[in-house]
Structure formats: C-alpha cells, structure tokens
C-alpha cells in the first residue's frame, strides 16, 4: 500500500493556532512566508516482512522521505523525517506513513509528535 496521513488530534502547544486538530487532521499550515524545521516521529507495530516508510508532503505532494525499510519479525520500530524547508504563507505539511499491515502505536507525545518551528521569516 501506499503512504497513508497520520491525523494528530492533539496539541501540546500552537502558540499560532496553525496546527488544524479537527478538519484536516495534523496539518500545520504556515503563518508567514519563511524557513521552517519540521520534525515528526512515529512509534508503528508490525508483523514480519511488512514494510514501512514516513514523509512530509507540503501542499498533498511528497516532499521529503524519511526512514523506510522492512521489519524483520514481529516487533515495533520509530521512523522519524526531518526537514528544513522554505513556505509561502498558507503552504502546508502533513505526515504521512507506510506501516503494511501493521498499525500505529497511539498514546503519548512521547512516542508520536509532528513539530516545528519558524527559523527566519523572508
């Protein structure tokens, strides 16, 4: 299968209101025109051989790959993808993961979180 969104609900914190938790899901849509760094990681359970892969998409394109591989037996990995990346004000990121047919492990911020920050405005 293909890369599914993850669709975080909860915020620990949005100084701007930016981050959309009830229509579009985990989607962070930039405020200003600048560079930002994004980080996100994702905590998935597996079976054997399934395969697995994690990316930004800005504006519903891929737009930066992250970890992806295969699990060797029945276990649990973290994928995480960085990214700095120039936007134009209402540009947006979403994450988007492959986990086969496996699921992804739902709790804490601890063990799944979508962050970032503005390093420069342009």
């Not at 120039?86 to 699921?103: C, H, K, M, P, Q």
Request: proline share 1%; charged share 10%.
């Amino acid at each position: 299968g293909g890369l599914g969104l993850i669709t975080f609900d909860t915020k620990t914190y949005d100084t701007g209101s930016n981050v959309d938790v009830v229509t579009n899901k985990g989607r962070f849509t930039a405020p200003i025109t600048g560079y930002y760094f994004l980080s996100s990681w994702i905590t998935l359970t597996a079976a054997a051989a399934d395969g697995y892969a994690i990316a930004f998409y800005k504006n519903g394109s891929l737009f930066r790959q992250g970890n992806q591989g295969f699990y060797a037996g029945s276990t649990s990995a973290g994928i995480g993808v960085t990214a700095q990346v120039s936007l134009t004000a209402g540009d947006y990121i979403e994450v988007f993961v492959r986990n086969g047919g496996g699921a992804v492990s739902v709790g804490s911020s601890i063990v799944n979180y979508f962050e970032g920050a503005l390093l420069s405005k342009t």
